[in-house]
């Protein structure tokens, strides 16, 4: 079952086009890792996901109750962990069909990065986690949509099968631009 839907989607904030999607769909049960550059769009996606942004055209269906998790700062009386760890427990604590998670695990320290991931392990709902955590992602991952060209690309498995995938890639460019430059 899909979850969500987005159609001819095109997102742009302060008049810079961010991304361009012709079709993504997210299914019940996934567990996706969204990647990207910084300033690439992550954060603003999500927000659109979840009705704080509407600075979006095209088809946007989502067809679940959502949970989220924003990127969190450290507050004057709470350390950042601290403050993660206390939403985090709060949003599992919801049984929502859809986690959407932006950067979960940054100011955590070991033993919580462990119980994250236990947690998300679990989890028998659908993930849709930004993350620049590779050990995370690797533990957890089933998907991975990596921004790029202001477009989502999908690749299956998790981080190390996404770097693997770009390494042929770059070889195939490389081997490309030999064959061109031998001629």
Do not use: C
Request: charged content about 20%; aromatic content about 8%; hydrophobic content about 40%.
């Amino acid at each position: 079952m899909e979850i969500l839907t987005l159609s001819h989607y095109q997102l742009e904030v302060g008049g810079n086009l961010l991304l361009s999607i012709n079709q993504l769909h997210l299914h019940q049960g996934d567990k996706v890792f969204l990647i990207g550059d910084n300033g690439s769009g992550k954060t603003s996606f999500l927000q659109t996901l979840i009705g704080e942004r509407r600075s979006y055209q095209g088809q946007l269906s989502l067809h679940s109750d959502v949970a989220y998790l924003p990127q969190l700062q450290a507050a004057q009386n709470q350390s950042g962990g601290e403050k993660v760890m206390a939403s985090l427990k709060v949003l599992f604590q919801k049984n929502a069909s859809l986690l959407i998670l932006d950067e979960p695990s940054s100011h955590l320290d070991k033993a919580n990065q462990k119980w994250l991931i236990h947690q998300l392990k679990r989890y028998r709902g659908t993930l849709l986690v930004v993350s620049h955590d590779r050990y995370l992602m690797n533990q957890i991952a089933q998907q991975i949509w990596a921004i790029e060209k202001q477009d989502i690309k999908v690749y299956q498995g998790n981080y190390d099968a996404y770097r693997q995938v770009k390494e042929l890639e770059m070889q195939k460019q490389l081997l490309k631009r030999l064959t061109i430059s031998v001629r």
